[in-house]
């Protein structure tokens, strides 16, 4: 078999195939219906696993194995509890990727263009590089595109667990290899929410240490405060 030659197996869907076998390794797998497609490659027989591919993350497939996480979300603006998220996320995975959800059905306040951007201005003149899309669709479809094994999502309270329980079960119903790892959010954020933080805004109360300076702003300007 060549080196970059696939074989793809197919099979009832619910069943369980290894992640390798000998020199083939399973580098996507897909469900339609009942039915399961396991798609495994060949190891190049070249021995390229050398300290500096392995310092690219370049494996001995001459694959990236960068460990890249999606934390999505609407974003409605993004506050300090999102941020303690993504801070906490960046320190587990390789590169974090924020995917701002439309999500018109929550009739965000904010356009899309401006979460984006607030987020984007959170690392405005810092040395932290941010990587932060729009998102329409799937997420986990998403997650797929961008070579991402990993949806991180924070949890507050108990209260949060049953809805983000069927989220992940559901994300994992669609496509098993993305995980959803849930990442405790910092006491201090744990009652805070988007809709709280808008609600408070809007009758002018102080909500400058539960967002950035210039979300504050935004705030202010889209209630017409002073
Ligand atoms: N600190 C503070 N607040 C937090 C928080 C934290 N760490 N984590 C979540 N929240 C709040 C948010 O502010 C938001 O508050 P709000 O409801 O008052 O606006 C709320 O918790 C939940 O929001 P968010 O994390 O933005 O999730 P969401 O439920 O709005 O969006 C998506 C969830 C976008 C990830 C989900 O709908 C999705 O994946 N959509 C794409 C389609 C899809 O793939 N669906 C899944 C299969 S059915």
Known sequence: ??????????????????????????IDQRRYGDTGFWLYR????????????????V??????????????????????????????????????????????????????????????DCFEGTDRE??????????????????AKTIVRGLRAVSDFEYELQLALMNRRLERHVETVFLMTGFRWIFISSSIIKDAAQHGGDVSTLVPDHVQQKLKEKYGIE
């Open 42 to 57: 060949a190891a190049k027989q070249t021995n390229n696993s050398c300290k500096c591919c392995s310092e690219r993350g």
């Open 130 to 147: 941010i990587e932060v899309e729009a998102v329409s669709g799937l997420i986990v479809e998403y997650a797929y595109q961008k070579g």
């Open 59 to 120: 494996d001995a497939m001459g694959e990236l194995n960068e460990r890249i996480a999606i934390y999505p979300g609407t974003f409605d603006p993004i506050t300090m509890g999102h941020l303690d998220i993504l801070n906490r996320a960046r320190e587990l995975f390789d590169r974090v990727i924020v995917a701002v959800a439309q999500h018109p059905s929550k009739k965000p306040l904010f356009s899309l263009d401006e979460r984006l951007q607030m987020i984007r």
């Open 1 to 26: 078999m060549a080196s970059s030659g696939l074989i793809i197996v197919e099979d009832d869907a619910d069943i369980e195939l290894p992640r390798s076998m000998g020199l083939l390794t399973l």
